[in-house]
């Protein structure tokens, strides 16, 4: 059994919800951000980022979610595919999408030697520069299968 924190975009709440559900089923104790439910209440739009900005500085959820993660022995990350904007108004789907949150959350877990896990291959440094640094990390990518975490 191992302590996990789940780190990942809010635009994935509910897999958050999904995933540390199957996680405990395999015996580990399992935390999740600091404000996944909220995330999921009807009212609440992801893309008001001054909503967002309110909600996190009031909550202090940078610093809880980092106390979490200090406090475990891994942090998974919940890297789905997720539509994202390139700029010129251009969309596109990008896999294993991996948001500034995450990528400082992973910095942190490594520096104090967490183990970390990736759902899914962080996309092509051709369209995310920083899977190289994601890379650096040395994290398990599971390929979808959580029962590799911890072997």
Request: proline share 6%; net charge negative; hydrophobic share 40%.
């Amino acid at each position: 059994m191992m302590r996990i924190m789940i780190s990942s975009s809010m635009y994935f709440a509910k897999e958050i919800l999904a995933n540390k559900k199957k996680l405990e089923s395999l015996g580990h104790d399992v935390s999740i951000p600091v404000d996944t439910e909220w995330h999921l209440e009807p009212n609440v739009n992801t893309d008001n980022h001054e909503e967002d900005y309110n909600h996190c500085v009031e909550n202090d959820v940078i610093r809880r979610c980092l106390d979490l993660i200090r406090q475990s022995d891994a942090l998974f990350v919940n890297n789905y595919p997720k539509q994202t904007w390139y700029g010129e108004g251009i969309y596109g789907l990008l896999d294993g999408y991996i948001g500034p949150s995450v990528f400082a959350e992973m910095f942190f877990a490594h520096y104090f030697r967490k183990a970390i896990y990736l759902l899914f291959p962080p996309p092509p440094i051709s369209a995310m520069r920083s899977s190289h640094e994601v890379m650096i990390m040395q994290p398990r990518i599971l390929n979808g299968d959580l029962t590799k975490i911890g072997k």
